[in-house]
């Protein structure tokens, strides 16, 4: 039994979890690696020459110098511009700098992205010229309009955000209250024969064996992370609540594919145990094929091994491939010279180092360049698997980078996940992919909300009335499968 792994609350303070302040919105985290110790300096040559144990966390987050917490629960509140945290000053101060005002009276700044954007109801040219804002809401504390008076004209449209955007502002001072963070110790391997319940995230946590997490503050903390593995988990397990049934989303193809992953994600027994007389030959890894990653690459490797713990008799090897997927790791992964033994610079960590069940490899390049040179073939249906988190498909500002990688994609017959931030960003993803791939794809997982979304709510600092929540949506599709006939030629 592995002890119950730690998630550091000092790393996720250190973080920039959230919509990134590019037009696709994609998440970010950038978590610090932990100083090393004197002590281990003065290491002995053989200790050197070791593997080093898995990392011990703290869950605390900095604190006041005489080692109080800086903010008790009930002092979450605080305007950005003058919050006791130093950061969120400066986050504030660059909203005034970049965030325009919503006012409808402010002529647009950009084209409108959906029916729902905001500058969709400015005028294009006529109207007051564009401002940044200057007033914070009293309310919620954060910069959201030029001045007072277009804050108290507008307020019916901002009444709706309001409560929404208090709660991110109390969420942000949270990670830097100083308090233990006691949600993000995460629950170890637990037996087989306890079935985990993926009915919702509470279900889930109980019958996980989790620490119990009895304020929603604490659960929208704990979900922030625990999104991206268990996305990919309830999904594939034969458990899904995702199912055939009327309104389970499932289409009979996606019950034909998710059926070859369940079958080796689920293996019968073989009388394989710890002895000699138990040694069985294993089958290769669950390769999941993790596309245009950032915010997942840098995820704590303690959150991905929850992937493992769900499914204890098979072993997984994430594969994490972008051209940003080492964004702000530099210092503890530096990046590997391409030689011909290593042409595409992969980083692959071992498993002594995360779990004897997880491999992470990362490749910092397009997808569509390493499947040119072959490296991952061949595919297999039972045991290969793409997921794409917020890809933004059909983004402008992002499809063109996917026009290349999708025909491979469809090529490889194997299921293909994806989510997005809302329902809009879903189906604009599949009009792109049916624009793109017409009569060439199968549907597998029809768009709607994903069970195990992350419950905390995101702010875009370039926009700040412009909130969303990671994985809220997911979907999937596969390449079509054409059914070989045979007919009489006599």
């Known amino acids: 039994m592995h002890p119950r792994r730690h998630l550091t609350g000092k790393d996720v303070l250190l973080s920039n979890i959230g919509p990134s302040n590019n037009n696709n919105r994609r998440s970010l985290f950038s978590f610090a690696k932990k100083a090393e110790s004197p002590q281990e300096e003065d290491i002995t040559q053989q200790k050197q020459q070791q593997p080093p144990p898995p990392p011990k966390f703290d869950r605390t987050a900095p604190s006041s110098p005489n080692g109080q917490p800086l903010l008790q629960p009930d002092n979450l509140f605080h305007p950005f511009s003058r919050s006791p945290s130093a950061e969120i000053r400066r986050r504030a101060a660059f909203m005034r700098r970049h965030a325009y005002c919503p006012h409808p009276g402010h002529r647009q700044t950009r084209l409108p992205t959906n029916p729902a954007d905001p500058e969709a109801k400015k005028p294009r040219s006529s109207g007051l010229a564009p401002a940044h804002v200057h007033f914070e809401c009293p309310d919620c504390g954060i910069p959201v309009y030029c001045s007072e008076a277009h804050w108290a004209d507008d307020y019916e449209s901002h009444i709706e955000l309001c409560d929404l955007l208090r709660q991110i502002n109390e969420d942000d001072h949270d990670l830097r209250s100083g308090r233990e963070f006691s949600e993000f110790e995460y629950a170890g391997p637990q037996m087989e024969e306890a079935l985990v319940n993926l009915s919702n995230w509470d279900t889930f946590l109980y019958t996980r064996e989790f620490e119990a997490v009895n304020e929603e503050r604490s659960l929208r903390q704990v979900t922030r992370l625990l999104t991206y593995p268990i996305t990919i988990g309830s999904v594939l397990t034969e458990f899904s609540p995702y199912n055939i049934r009327r309104g389970g989303r499932l289409t009979p193809e996606g019950l034909k594919s998710f059926s070859a992953l369940r079958y080796s994600l689920h293996p019968a027994r073989d009388g394989s145990g710890p002895d000699v007389k138990g040694i069985r030959p294993k089958p290769p890894p669950m390769r999941i094929f993790v596309l245009g990653a950032r915010a997942e690459s840098s995820l704590p490797r303690e959150v991905w091994v929850q992937l493992p713990y769900m499914f204890p008799r098979v072993s997984f090897h994430i ?73 933004g498909l059909g983004h402008p500002a992002s499809s063109h980078e996917w026009e290349a990688t999708l025909p491979q994609l469809l090529a490889t017959k194997v299921p293909i996940l994806c989510t997005g931030y809302t329902d809009w960003d879903m189906q604009r993803d599949r009009q792109w992919v049916e624009d793109k791939a017409k009569g060439e794809y199968d549907l597998l997982l029809e768009p709607g909300e994903n069970l195990f979304r992350s419950l905390r709510w995101e702010l875009n600092d370039h926009e700040p009335q412009d909130v969303s929540c990671g994985n809220w949506g997911v979907w999937a599709f596969r390449g079509k499968r054409y059914e070989a006939t045979t007919r009489d030629t006599v």
Do not use: Q
């Open 319 to 391: 594969i994490l491939i972008g051209p940003e997927a080492m964004t702000n790791r530099e210092a503890e992964y530096p990046l590997p010279d391409r030689t011909p033994a290593n042409p595409f610079g992969a980083i692959v960590e071992d498993r002594y180092r995360i779990a004897h069940e997880l491999k992470v490899s990362t490749f910092v390049d397009y997808y569509h360049t390493l499947h040119a040179a072959g490296i991952f073939h061949p595919f297999d249906p039972y045991l290969d698997c793409f997921m794409l988190f917020h890809p």
